[in-house]
């Protein structure tokens, strides 16, 4: 798979998280919810936008050395 669209798909699993955030947040906010439930859910997303996160970082941190070796990034002395 070509890696912009790795990139792209990685922010789409991160946005999808956020919003399933969101919803269960109006769940909770229903009558009759049990907070219990909602931090457990709650966790459980957060823990798969960590996971995600952590597994963006490295693909960036390794797209980053690569195109280092490639001589395509050059640290700017310009202070952009």
Known sequence: MNRSYTFYFSFIFL?????????????AD???NQLDDYIT????????????I???QTRLAHFQKRLKE????VSS???Y
């Open 30 to 32: 229903q009558p009759g």
């Open 70 to 73: 490639h001589n395509v990034l």
């Open 41 to 52: 859910r709650l966790n459980a997303i957060l823990s798969q936008k960590a996971a995600g």
């Open 54 to 56: 952590l597994q963006l």
């Open 15 to 27: 946005s999808a998280l956020g919003m399933q955030e969101m919803n269960l947040l109006v769940e």
């Open 77 to 79: 002395t310009t202070g």
